[in-house]
């Protein structure tokens, strides 16, 4: 199985910004842990800052991956672009956050991306990451 | 580890209602699943289509489980009373939500319970509830 | 015919509570002039100021009876969980409302069950339960 | 007893416009049935698309009939120059939809009219001119 | 000089329409009074209750006569029809209400056609259309 | 007939504050010129620029002047006070603008003291002011 | 004089929840306390998490005690059956709140019951309650 | 082809009214030279001030003609009306504006017409209809 | 123990105006009873028109008194600059208001001032007054 | 003449992204067709997912190009800073969307840039880029 | 150069009112050291808590002064009557704050002052009246 | 003293775009003047229209630069991730806006990015990157 991790603005400051909201860890190690956890995933990563690279990497992978797990960061509650780019394409989204943020800034609640993603998970840390993976592994068992 | 399930209004009608958005299992049927799948955790299940009984659960094992996973139905997004509740106790609660309420009606956007959450996981049917378990499983060991 | 009249939170104070809007006449006396009126239908009665008994009872005969008549009262323009239970369960429901909502406060201006409903009958006084009770009569007649 | 029905815009293409909303029957083959069903009761029928015109024949009938059964399409939703004649005169006035309004745009969710009239009747394709007709028949009797 | 007065929609139920806000003088009767008050002045009269009609005669006057005194009833508040045509002339157009529109209900403290007028008059009872007479009397004289 | 004019703040720079919109007159000269033209009518002045000082002097005349000529400037659309005063006293409050406002920024379309008075005045120039001693002059006679 | 405190939701674990902003006192002591100081006022307690039974004890006291003291809690809110209630029945109904609600969430700031209610005690601690029973003593002296 | 523009309040006044916004040249002059454009088009054209008018129009040729454009000036904003009568026929509708509607008051960037038409040209003055025109000729062709 | 009572604007009319609102009996009368009923207490008075002056008491007696009444009247719902002096002090405030602000316009339903207080007592007549003097007399008794 | 046409984000997926709204030909083999039709005109074509790229091809061509042809797909209801750059040329912008997007999402019904542009074309599918196309060439005739 | 700094209410507190926003010294030792920096101006100081003292020195100082730096306080955010005194007056003038607004209640984001003023220089503590200052120095420079 | 000024989208076009609005220096020149009269602090320059790139800037600039002026153009209105990027680094960020946005379109009043700053400098043309520079200069001294 093959997944990518896309993250989004700022993401790249993981470890380095509001550690209080965000946790210590840079992203690079934690993948390190969550590759080592799951050694039959193919787990790429991703970064960009910018908005329209973020949807020319949705556009490459949409319709050959099994699975994108999208952190789109500030982009989420603003980007119908990046909102488009998730309904164009074939491979199952899972929208993830880091933080809690329904408990952050009203502009927080919404996000654009969401109608269109096959899930949410929202509010665990680093953790969301690895929960998003799970959904990918057994989703098709028990419904 | 001893985790409860709570499943606020309607949800008693899994398999029967709408299945085309819920799916035609029953929530009993489903647990079997979860548990064998699970052994190690103690879950428990309680249903109420009574807003106050949900809080009355809540309070009961707030202070003595290890996690709530909580879908409250129709009430996530007009109980002021439920969100004291959740606020109010002191075991981690994760909400779940089984269809990706941010595809549908604009008053299902908005979760009154949210911010006082450990966590959020939505959308993924079922299995969200899977999803949620995994979340109180590991989430001390890397962050 | 089976037909059952569901009504909400207050509606017990009927002839008690604020008659200059809802009139001098109890429930009781009400429904002993209707089902002498229509002896052919089976008019079964119910009333709870409890959501979830309102809850319970719909899924109880959602899929028994040949119609719902709901005066859910003060819980038609708060419940997302009724109007879920109403849109759930497979007898057509009909809305009836006393008085004018549309001249009073204007929260009462909005029914969440309304767009789940067969059809609404407002402002009639207790005659909108006779003819709510007369559109599961004919209606397959003539359309 | 001497009743007229008034309906307003597009309301002559019934049987034409839309089917899956508004049925396949024009509303003169309906009005046939009506008056048949009724004998005793004298009712009128006006159509026009014109705001104005429907304002000037609710004066003309507003001080003499018994009852008027008004659908004013469209304009139930933006006309405050209806509602006014609606208030302006004594007739009582039953206002009629033969869809449902309210699981339809949001705009169709509220009627100018509607604080104005003796009552609403929503929902219930053509049988909902007949209930209008109803409640004009024994609503003096038990209250 | 040469002034019409055009009255809207349910104007000419005057004196007999809820006459606790509208007075008990038909509009006709109160007119003799204006004209012998100004026998210098030209006053023409028309009312419709069609939109349409009113902005027909907007059109034809509004290049010839003086002033034209504007009663516009329910359509102030939703006519943009009209507050296009009061923009489109050139003859002054002062907009004239008999009640205080701004202690009625919320639709009524917005009036689409103010912007284009040259005043307005409000509140007056019939008194409104002497006073707005009197604004095309002597306007030019100190500034 | 004992008539007060009380003027709210920056009135007191008319012919000097933007004159494109408010005219070249100073409102003392204005004065001079409605005094001369009704010689009957006792006209006093009041101007402030302190919403307290005009609710004083709304108090001390309320109960003894006939009528009370009031622009209350920028305090119109923000002043719950001054509205109270209004509708505390006993003498008719004629409200009046010099300007279009409705012409002008939204929050000016606004007036909170408008539901109390006996009628306005808007739009007119400084010819406003004449327009509203007009209205205490005989409104009495035909209704 | 008979009067009866009604707490509605999460208030039963009082001293218990979030103590920085309703105190350490559980109600039942603090119940002792005011008793003592009230020697004459038999007053009674409920307390219930279930919106109906909030409701069902309203109409059984409404009709028959001096005073009630409800603290609906989150109900407070966004319960209109509650608000009906309080409106149906005789007896004064005097809001009540610990925490000053309008220091917190915006939800908070609007309460449905109160304008049906004899006056509001909002952000006195517990001491909110001994204040609501004061105002039932002398409240009917000096006015 | 059959094609008819119907245009709607105002647009009578063409090269009279505003012709800073909508230019000096009539509509009926304008006409001439599209038909000589366009010789084998049989191009039909209709205006009333009237919107019921307008619906009898549509009406008449929607189950007709090959095309219709339509230009419902100030009623574009308002008419729910006439936006039922564009969806309950079955000719192809183009909306037409003169001037660019978005960068005037705000109401006018709102069409209820808009969702039910095949397209809308928008803001290049009279050569608007033109385009209109264009979009019917060969819009079978590439797609 | 040293208590001032602060009134705002129009307070100064009290048993002039609006009797059937605000009671028959002046300020004055009433504080005459209240100085009698708490001989103990020291209970200044103070009362302006001007949102300035009661800034000015709000700063003088703000670090010396023991408690603070307000009853801001019309500014409670308007005064930023009020709110911000009852937050820069450090005698605690008590919000007061006659009337039942919450059943009245719903520009009365906030107070600007209310979330820096201690707490409000709200529509009990002047007896609202002796409440907020009993707040400050036993409130560090039993909490 | 030199037009470019610049398409903004998710366009390059056309043929391939959602074809039941976008149709299936990709935008390349459309613009063959389009060149072939008008060999005189010189039509550039430009694409990109980043928001600054298109700026940036905005200023190059903006001061230079006789036309520019705009569809900024998702940027079009959120991008201050293209409707900015929009602005700041001087070559005239035509809008196009191939999709009626007031048939869809509320947030696709305003778009930023539309106030500054020449005119807009809307919902004829790839037909719309042809029709503004004409719309530059003879714009200057007759008007 | 002749400069005034005005200051609205609660800024007399300064030094003494919330520290931890406002800095710990007072306007007046503030002013010593600004004036000692800038010997070569001539600063002028007025503070008043009353909105219509402030309004009357903008008028006395507004066609005199060559610059005035403002800080209305409260007032800036409410207050109609003083941004139309700024719009009168001649002299330019800066707009301060202490605090940044933005990152206080949301009713501290919108200033009514802000569009009449030359510039606003916002969240630099008392930094922010010398950056006001240096404003008038030599903005005619380079531009 | 290390500082950079970041320009976002359109700002390259100064001297060109909207000289009304903006002036006709380019700032590039108007940059030469600003280091020629503070040569002691060293003035790094950057300006891009992507979004991404100014969030990549800051990110590389912000934990070792002394201070950043920002003026993000039409991105200050809509751009969550550069606010967050501004709010993840440590060097201090001055906003800047060179035309006062409060007197333009109403989304120009709101800026994201500003609760994150240490303050704004809005309106005063290209002065407005002079007085960001002094308030980094001497802003420690007195406060």
Known sequence: ???????????NLLGKREPSIYGFLSFEEYLKHLRSSYPDIEIEYFQSNVEGEIIDV??????????????????????????????????????????????????????????NTKGMIIGFGLDSYRLALESFINNTEVR
């Open 58 to 115: 949705l556009h490459k992978v949409g319709f050959l991956y099994d699975g994108i797990i999208l952190n789109a960061g500030g982009y989420s509650h603003t980007s119908v672009a990046i909102a488009d780019a998730v309904k164009s394409i074939e491979t199952p989204v899972v929208e993830v956050h880091i933080s809690n943020v329904f408990s952050r800034e009203d502009y927080r609640h919404i996000s654009l991306i969401a109608p």
């Open 1 to 11: 199985m093959q997944i990518i991790i896309i993250n989004g603005p700022n993401l």
